[in-house]
């Protein structure tokens, strides 16, 4: 466990600690503000902040194989965590929002761009990162315009976008988007 300065600190070391593993790691919620550990098999390691406070924990391996699982450990670490009074920087920048997203009135032919906007709250953070799940076999790109929306077949395409702040707190927003019948694509 380290004591940084600030939370922003803390994050910023985690940020750059992250870019170092060499190992598949997963979102934990159940250590500290903000954790990941690896992900399948025992749980050999784990990284994460609690307020101004950073920590790392990992097994000792043995021919590339992990021994132990930090399980009971991070339940532990977890409430030792809890019991301190982490150094808090204020009240926290809320999260990106989406305000609402700007489309035509109808969507693109199956295969053709329908072009949108994203409005986002400007009180809130900025998102560094975007990330598009579509149903629908549709896919988005992002341009130096916008978005644009490429479906693969009519009917309704539901989209979340997925954005993440400086300080690795993330959010979504949902929206649907209806194709229309009998349009052919390209």
Known sequence: VRRYESPAQARAALR???????????????????AFGTAGGPL??????????????????????????LA????GLDEALRATVPLDDGAPVPLPRVLGVELPAAAGAVGSATPFQLSFDPAGAS????????????SVLQTE?????YPARPGPVE???????????????????????GSTGR
Request: include cysteine; charge should be positive; charged fraction near 20%.
């Open 127 to 138: 998102a560094v990162a975007l990330a598009f799940d579509c149903s629908a076999d549709a």
């Open 44 to 69: 050999s390691y784990v990284i994460g902040t609690y307020g101004n406070l950073g920590f790392v924990l990992r097994t000792l391996h043995a021919k590339q194989k992990a021994r132990g699982d």
């Open 159 to 181: 989209v979340t976008v997925r954005f993440v702040t400086a300080d690795l707190r993330a959010g979504s927003y949902r929206f649907t988007l209806e194709v229309p019948a």
């Open 72 to 75: 009971p450990l991070v339940r």
């Open 16 to 34: 750059g600690a992250l870019a170092q593993v060499q190992a598949t790691l997963s979102r934990r919620a159940d250590v500290g503000d903000l």
């Open 145 to 149: 315009e916008g978005f644009e929306l």
